[in-house]
Structures are given as C-alpha cells and as structure tokens.
C-alpha cells in the first residue's frame, strides 16, 4: 500500500523555466511532509519541508505548496538550474513520530 | 550541512554469510538512526529505528534476527545482515539525526548484492 504517491517518475525542464514536482499521499494522519533531493552515489540531502498548518512555504528557489484537502503537494522550483536535475523524493510523517514513508521518486532533468 | 557516512557503499557476499554495514555521523552526535532499505523502483522504506544505548525498533515484517542493529555510540550504528539471501539484495541507507527537532542526514547507501 503506496500512502505517498509520485505519479511521475520522469520530468524534464528547460533551464530558467519552472518545474513542478507532484506528490499525493492517501494517510490523514501525515501532519508533516518533506521534499529530498539525491544525485546518484549519494544519499538524499533534505530540501524543504512544511507542516501541515501551513499552505505554503518557500525557500529561495524552491516552494513547497500543501493543498489538505485534496492530500496533495508540490514542489516548485523557479528558475529551475541544471545543477537541480536530480531524484527528488516527497516524504511525509504523522503525529511527530519518526517514521518517514517515502515517495518513489520523480526524475528531474534541466536541460540547458 | 552535517556528514554521515556510510560504510561500504557496494559490497558482494555469498549467499549463507553475515554482511556488516557501518553508518557514522562525523561531525555531530546521532541520537537517533534510522535504517531504510530500497528495492528498484520502489521507495526507500524504514526499517527499524535505533536509538543509542537501547535496542532497535522495527518495522512490521522486518525480521530484527536477520537484521541485527547495533547503536553502540553516539556516532556509530552498524546492520549486520546474517545469512543473506539473494532475495536481500537491495539498497541499504541509513540516516541520524541530534535529536526530535531536528531533520535527518543521510548516509550515502550501500548496495548490497547476494550471489
């Protein structure tokens, strides 16, 4: 049973444009959700992450939106570099426990 | 950002024999590591959870037998898969965090292969 969902295994971004990371969870209880990014050989680098009391956070430029009602977020990253290509992985947690439940991934390639 | 480090990043074993993997954080103290474990195209999913000084606990359907963990110091906890399979070949990746504010760091991963 998936309860963190990334549809899209592969996206593909033109340099300076925006990319748009989709994730979906199906858990009510997640009150805490994460994005990661990892490159190859390298463990995910936490990235953002937002709370479930808030709709929105931002970061420079990466911005994690949170629609409650609809168990979706997003992560937008604007202006979208190549060095942002990487495997970006939404992870959510509920109650404050430490258990993370991992997305499968979303591909991202900037091309220049 | 802080650095853990994980040892061996790929390792081969024969089938029947025990594999140890090493997870460090270098330069902050980890009350807490978790183990996950990835299978091709799926996500990465939480084994079990160690905290310094105290035994693991695991996540439902993960044998704590065949996966032995260790969290003797503040900076070390180690995975001992006993008797590996070839069914146990998978991606390993261990994380720490200081404590319950804030965010985990990860190790690199070790691939683990059963022949």
């Known amino acids: 049973d998936q309860q963190v969902k990334q549809n899209s295994p592969s996206l593909s971004v033109q340099e300076g444009r925006i990319s748009i990371l989709n994730c979906d969870y199906t858990?009510?209880?997640?009150?805490?959700f994460l994005w990661y990014k990892k490159y190859p050989a390298e463990g995910p680098t936490f990235l953002i992450s937002?709370?479930?009391?808030?709709d929105k956070n931002e970061d420079g430029r990466f911005t994690v939106f949170l629609n409650k009602s609809a168990k979706h977020l997003s992560l937008h990253i604007v202006p979208s570099q190549p060095g942002d290509s990487a495997v970006y992985f939404c992870a959510a947690k509920a109650g404050g426990g430490n258990k993370l439940t991992f997305g499968t991934g979303t591909q991202l390639k900037v091309e220049l | 950002g802080a650095v853990v480090s994980q040892h061996p990043s790929r390792v081969i074993c024969k089938s029947g024999t025990s594999v140890k993997i090493e997870c460090r954080s270098l330069d902050f103290q980890a009350t807490t590591m978790f183990w996950y474990r990835q299978f091709p195209k799926q996500s990465l999913m939480l084994m079990a959870t160690?905290?310094?000084?105290?035994?693991?606990?695991?996540e439902q359907g993960v044998e704590k037998d065949k996966f032995l963990i260790n969290h003797a110091s503040l900076t070390l906890s180690t995975l001992t898969v006993t008797s590996a399979h070839p069914e146990d070949s998978s991606f390993y990746i261990c994380?720490?965090?200081?404590?319950?504010?804030?965010?985990?760091?990860f190790g690199q991963g070790t691939r683990l292969t059963v022949v």
């Open positions: 160690s905290n310094e000084g105290s035994k693991a606990t695991y």
């Open positions: 858990n009510s209880m997640f009150d805490y």
């Open positions: 937002i709370s479930s009391i808030k």
């Open positions: 994380s720490a965090r200081i404590d319950r504010n804030t965010e985990a760091f």
